[in-house]
């Protein structure tokens, strides 16, 4: 199993453009969590999915952040409008009940 | 509530020297506590959790409820446990989530 596949790797968009982020978990996990990592607060939760259905979006930030999960072996995270203080590297985890989280390699995106 | 504390952002240390990284929680329950760490360039992997008791690449973490501490400890640190270090909490309450401190930049230099 190749893990986590997150997409794309790297994001240079300009701002308020709109940004979309990939993720496809592993096989046969049933947790999803999106987790934005930056340099002032650490390791932040943004939204998690059990069995496809949104569970907690308290730590979304605003509207122009949404989150979707189709189907089990795919979810996007999407910012619109995209602003600079946006800039972060954003994780996407699963994992099968409460069993260990497994991460993605992390979407380094900026905003200019 | 819960928080998980990191009281250290970065650390540094000489190989061969005894490392300690400080994580304090507060949580009424019983939590469950986890320590990952991400090496430079990889993902973030779980190091060790409290409830499996065991030793990883000489870590150990023991879970101190009196203290409502977990804090890591390896007796000689190498160069290779340079990288990011994140102590995490999960409720029994709410299944999967986890809730993560701000991290610590752990350095061992030669």
């Known amino acids: 199993d190749a893990g986590v596949i997150q997409s794309p790797r790297h994001e240079v968009t300009e701002m308020g453009q709109e940004v979309t982020l990939r993720c496809k978990p592993i096989s046969g996990h049933d947790y999803l969590f999106w987790y934005r990592q930056t340099m002032m607060r650490g390791l932040e939760l943004l939204i998690y999915?059990?069995?496809?259905?949104?569970?907690?979006d308290s730590g979304m930030p605003e509207d122009r952040f949404s989150a979707k999960m189709p189907n089990a072996s795919f979810s996007t995270l999407k910012i619109q409008p995209s602003e600079p203080r946006d800039s972060a590297v954003y994780f996407c985890?699963?994992?099968?009940?409460?069993?260990?989280?497994?991460f993605g390699p992390g979407t380094r995106l900026t905003v200019l | 509530a819960q928080r998980v504390t990191q009281p250290e952002k970065l650390l540094s240390v000489f190989k061969g020297a005894p490392v300690e990284l400080k994580c304090n929680y507060s949580y009424s329950g019983s939590p469950e506590l986890f320590w990952y760490v991400q090496y430079s360039r990889q993902r973030l992997q779980l190091l060790l959790r409290?409830?499996s008791r065991e030793s990883i690449k000489g870590f150990t973490a023991d879970l101190n409820k009196g203290e409502t501490s977990f804090h890591l400890k390896k007796p000689f640190a190498q160069e290779e446990d340079s990288a990011m270090y994140y102590c995490a909490l999960r409720r029994g309450s709410t299944l999967g989530r986890l809730y993560f401190g701000r991290g610590t930049q752990l350095t061992v230099w030669p």
């Open positions: 985890a699963s994992s099968y009940l409460t069993d260990t989280q497994y």
């Open positions: 999915f059990n069995n496809n259905v949104p569970i907690d």
């Open positions: 409290h409830i």
